[in-house]
């Protein structure tokens, strides 16, 4: 069963024929693919394809991202799909996946780590922001492969209410023992949202695939 397969796949920026480096970019529990895309356009990098899959009814898995992996079935694997099928897309038209960034805020966040976490290769960089890797309890050991110094950006309050601060820590480690280039910064205070320094790291990040 896939829930989300029969789900559009939209796109902005830079056409992929004429794209330099692209990102997959994985929206939010209740959000849309149209609506990160305009998050996307907030970077201001040319040369920059945006490809962002659609979750059926705006929701890649119904329970909280902290649950037992078996109650966010089919949905989680159909989402990571979705995610892959993405990744897919901008390699066939030619783009290498060391130009390739994934970005996810919330639920899309937590997916974007997964696939990364579970698929490592050299990807032009992560970032994840207000999410973590997806389980009742993250094993490190359960995460084998090389990311080959792939940068990876976590983002996140230090009060998230969906988003407990102990699951970035857990996640960046995760990552550091894949060999990825982490970057892990927790924000005081700050509600489930994206802000400007998080924007930022993102824009530089992509800065860097385009230059």
Known sequence: MEPHGSQPLRTAGASLDDATAAAVLVHGRGATARSILRMGEEFNATG????????????????????????????????????????DEANDAGIPTERLLLLGFSQGACLASEFVARTPTRYGGLAALSGGLIGERID??????????????????????????????????????????????????????????????????LSALVA
């Open 140 to 205: 490190p050991e359960e995460y084998a492969g090389d990311l080959e110094g792939t940068p990876v950006f976590l983002g996140c309050s230090d009060v998230d209410p969906h988003i407990p601060a102990e699951r970035v820590h857990e996640t960046a480690t995760v990552f550091e023992r894949l060999n990825a280039d982490v970057t892990k910064r927790l924000y005081e205070g700050m509600g489930h949202t994206v802000n400007a320094d998080e924007r930022d790291h993102v824009a530089s990040m």
């Open 48 to 87: 920059v394809a945006y490809l962002a899959p659609q979750a059926a009814r705006n929701t890649w898995y119904p329970n909280p991202f902290t649950a037992p992996v078996e109650s966010n079935e089919p949905g989680r694997s159909s989402g990571l799909e979705a995610v892959a099928a993405a990744v």
